[in-house]
């Protein structure tokens, strides 16, 4: 298993590179060899500590790669007049960025102005996947840092309210598939999610068909209209520290927390992918490799930061 997802990126990366795309596995050999060990052993410290860290960096990575590319536009702090992405409504709830100036630190310490934070993100987002014991993968580097970040465009990224024809154009405005959005939308099986992203799904008056009842039954008991608790909320799954295929077999219950979740189902060609994945663990991971290289391949940036919450 583990050596068939290694198959499928090197022929990614193969495929990749003859597009002309800068990226390459061996980008950092001989001016960071240590980087990636550097990365996972500041991401492993983290989780030990905090078990929300590897959902956090893999929602964060997605974020950054959907706004201008993966540059590491989501990591700047906001300044001046200038409100930057992580202070965008979606972004708010993003975590963990101590994380990334953590291996930042000590890599800028090994290897000065070499490493970008995009780079970082990308790496840190696979060693989290790794560590909830999902598969593992080549990343490929190269990355630059972007030096514009702006809250307004965090409109752009995919909602929790979307239906598919609004999902499918966000992730094709990508270059990324059906496919893509089917084995990406995985992602979901780690992490917390906040009352406010499903709540119009619970509504007694006006409930959502396509939620199983007594499911929307026990959210409308952690979400209550009145009185809700600070940060109440659902895990996205019951194991939701665990990356593996549950959030695929919910799906087909109709207790996907998400209307985007729900709406995998439909569209024929999601819909066919959701039970492939709900009955196959090794697809949904060989599935999920492929579409993660190919986002995390957007390209956006300029620059190698020093500093990943400020521009050099």
Known sequence: MAFRVAFLTSLLILSMSSSGNALSLNYYEKTCPDAEWIIAAAVKAAAAKDKTVPAALLRMHFHDCFIRGCDASVLLNSKGSNKAEKDGPPNVSLHAFYVIDNAKKQVETLCPGVVSCADILALAARDAVVLSGG???DVPKGRKDGRTSKASETVQLPAPTFNISQLQQSFSQRGLSMEDLAALSGGHTLGFAH?????????????????NPSFAESLRNICPIHNQAKNAGANMDASSATFDNTYYKLILQGKSLFASDQALLSHPETKNLVSKFA????????????????????NGGQEVRKDCRVVN
Do not use: G, L, Y
Request: hydrophobic share 30%; proline share 5%; aromatic share 10%.
């Open 135 to 137: 598969p593992t993968w």
């Open 279 to 298: 009955s196959s663990h090794q697809s949904f991971n060989e599935a999920f490799v492929k579409s993660m290289i190919k986002m995390s391949s957007i």
């Open 195 to 211: 009352c406010s992203s499903f709540q119009s799904r619970i509504n007694t008056n006006n409930a959502d068909p396509t939620i």
